[in-house]
């Protein structure tokens, strides 16, 4: 039976491209291999991958934001006119720096403001027009300061200055985003692509099944783990939502859940995928090139929150599970766990190679993820002749990590033009003030207004951009107010990660929900719910930084498992139930203990764990009938 319960994830459907983008793309994935390994000049590569990047989005998307298997009359004409702009770059952009200070040719203004607007029409087709229209906002408020309220007002800047300082410089579309793409984000992208073509993707789900299909609630606890793993991959919540909901969430109906349960339990695992190392959506290489961190410094930081957030929503559907009286799937319906081990073990060796030249070898992040990528065909050599990547593969593997990275190109290209702005204005400078001003000097005012304007910007957009933008305008508010500089980071990432099942957007849940068949709104209120002990996650390492693996082990230790702790008491609070259902001194009582294992201190600590672990103890069936019995004596 293990053999017939395999379960292969099914691949979304896409159109077939022409075979000048399939070409393009696995050149524009060629070239970033040879990146990775030779170096080359910041503004070389920059220009090139993003010309790769805007060349593709425009032969492949179609003026209403979809993609089309035929290039149209308007893709070829945008295509060449981006095409020619960069190699203009390329020629000239040397001679631009030794000229720097004096005023660009007038041809070169034109050259650069239709390049602008090519990157916000680009974005526009991958993305939608929520942030275009941010872009646009910020050159605006570049060019007319003066006339802006006194709190935010600066003094204008000749839109001349603002289409020199965007094209042709370092500062602008080419910027620090860019470069982060084209350094990191792609060759990881990649790395992910390469792994899922290969079947890795499969194994994971299979290896999910094995071990969690037969406990209590079992598929519900598949798509927690499922998701995790599959995240690893993906780095995109509705990525994962398509990828792994196609399997979960009809087996979490089979088994007695709703479907807008079910829908609920998967958005919120795929969600969760994007704060899984090692992709994160992309964000952990712009927090590492802001910071100044390390790649392995974030991946340990990021590791141990997500996985305070997995327990957490494991917990809520344990509790779940029990108030349902649900059991798990029979063993003989899952795939065999020794079976699925043998047959991909050999997909864990890129992941160790990764490890191993990150943690070890301590070799750019960049070689790391050449190196990556190049033993994910080479594994599967050990798998036989029946699971060797074949060149097809190989080249479909290299195609679509390309046309994987197309958003992230688009987002980061003109996240340029927004942070240049923001930067030139001072505007982050301004919105930091008024936001401590705002908040009163209170801290726990400020992160609750940073969530907010978290939830609200990452409606909108994707949670990378929403992050951009966010890293500008708010981090430095919590940094100027003590929190540790990583922890506000990743405090504004988690939220606009969490917008993707937050109403009245919420794409993940509006995914899940079209595969569960349950009203969309619905399922977005309810993985809302089960996401309420997840929210507190990032309040408890901005107030508790040992989370993010800060200070000595001790103190680490100590907080885990006061997190923990405080995780378990608030599903059960929150789930009202806990053996049978809570009344209401017990479920305040949890509330409060949970709430004082969040501040880092020993006297909380010990109250609040005294009171989760003792309410725990006294609603124990075993406890309960010792204590009839002495009663009873």
């Not at 599970?321 to 063993?331: H, I, L, S, V, W």
């Not at 990590?401 to 942070?419: D, F, H, M, Q, S």
């Not at 068949?517 to 309040?539: D, E, H, N, S």
């Amino acid at each position: 039976m293990a053999a017939e319960a395999k379960l292969k994830l099914e691949k979304p459907k896409s159109p077939q491209f022409p075979m000048l983008i399939r070409i393009i793309a696995v050149a524009m994935s060629v070239f970033q291999l040879y990146t990775g390994v030779f170096q080359m000049t910041a503004m070389n590569q920059r220009v090139t991958h993003v010309t790769f990047g805007l060349v593709l989005i425009f032969l492949i998307y179609g003026w209403k934001h979809e993609k089309k298997n035929k290039i149209s009359w308007d893709g070829y004409l945008l295509a060449g006119i981006v095409l020619a702009l960069g190699i203009y770059v390329l020629c000239t952009w040397f001679t631009k720096v030794g000229n720097m200070g004096m005023s660009p040719p007038f041809y070169q203004l034109v050259l650069g403001g239709i390049f602008i607007l090519l990157c916000m029409e680009a974005s526009r087709r991958t993305l939608g027009w929520v942030f275009p229209i941010i872009a646009a906002v910020s050159m605006l408020y570049a060019r007319f300061g003066e006339i802006m309220p006194d709190i935010i007002a600066h003094k204008n800047y000749p839109l001349e200055r603002l289409i020199d300082s965007m094209f042709i410089t370092t500062e602008g579309i080419y910027g620090m985003l860019a470069g982060i793409s084209a350094t990191y984000i792609f060759l990881f992208i990649l790395f992910g692509a390469m792994l899922r073509e290969a079947g890795g993707g499969d194994f994971f789900i299979n290896l999910s099944f094995s071990i969690f299909g037969h406990v209590r609630g079992g598929p519900a606890k598949i798509a927690v783990v499922a998701s995790s793993l599959f995240g690893m991959l993906s780095g995109s919540g509705t990525a994962n939502v398509a990828g792994t909901g196609q399997i979960t969430i009809p087996l979490m109906k089979k088994n007695g859940y709703s479907g807008t349960f079910a829908g609920a339990v998967e958005a919120v695992s795929s969600a969760g995928g994007l704060l899984m190392p090692p992709i994160m959506g992309s964000a952990v290489f712009i927090i590492m090139e802001i910071l100044g961190v390390n790649y392995l410094t974030i991946m340990k930081a990021a590791g141990l929150s997500a996985l305070l957030y997995y327990t957490g929503l494991f917990l809520m559907i344990d509790v779940e599970a029990q108030k349902r009286g649900m059991e798990g799937m029979p063993k003989s319906s899952l795939p065999s766990f020794k079976k699925t081990i043998k047959e991909g073990w050999f997909f864990l060796i890129p992941i160790g190679v990764l490890i191993f030249f990150l943690a070890y070898s301590k070799v750019s992040v960049t070689r790391a993820a050449f190196w990556a990528t190049i033993a994910v065909p080479l594994c599967t050599i050990l798998g036989g002749k029946a699971r060797m990547m074949t060149p097809r593969q190989v080249l479909l593997g290299l195609q679509n990590g390309a046309l994987t990275a197309l958003p992230v190109v688009a987002i980061l290209a003109l996240g340029g033009v927004v942070l240049g702005m923001i930067t030139l204005t001072g505007l982050g400078l301004m919105m930091s003030s008024m936001l401590i001003d705002l908040s009163g000097g209170n801290l726990l005012i400020l992160l609750f207004l940073t969530m907010i304007a978290s939830f609200i910007l990452g409606m909108g957009v994707p949670p990378v951009a929403a992050y951009i933008v966010l890293a500008i305008l708010v981090v430095p508010a919590l940094i100027n107010m003590g929190v540790y500089p990583l922890a506000a980071h990743l405090f504004v990432f988690y939220f606009a990660t969490m917008a993707g099942i937050t109403p009245p957007m919420a794409p993940d849940a509006f995914v899940a929900a079209g595969i569960s068949g349950a009203p969309m709104m619905r399922t977005a209120f309810t993985a809302c719910r089960l996401a309420l002990v997840i929210f507190l996650i990032p309040y408890m390492f901005v107030y508790n930084n040992a989370l993010l693996l800060v200070g000595d082990w001790s103190k680490i230790i100590q907080v885990c498992c006061t997190a923990f702790v405080g995780v378990l008491g608030l599903a059960y609070a929150v789930q009202n139930y806990l053996h049978g259902k809570l009344n209401a001194v017990y479920r305040i009582l949890l509330f409060v203990g949970s709430a004082m294992l969040i501040y880092p201190s020993w006297i909380t600590d010990v109250a609040g764990g005294c009171l989760v672990v003792g309410i725990y103890l006294l609603r124990s069936p075993k406890v309960r009938a010792k204590l009839f019995q002495q009663q009873q004596a």
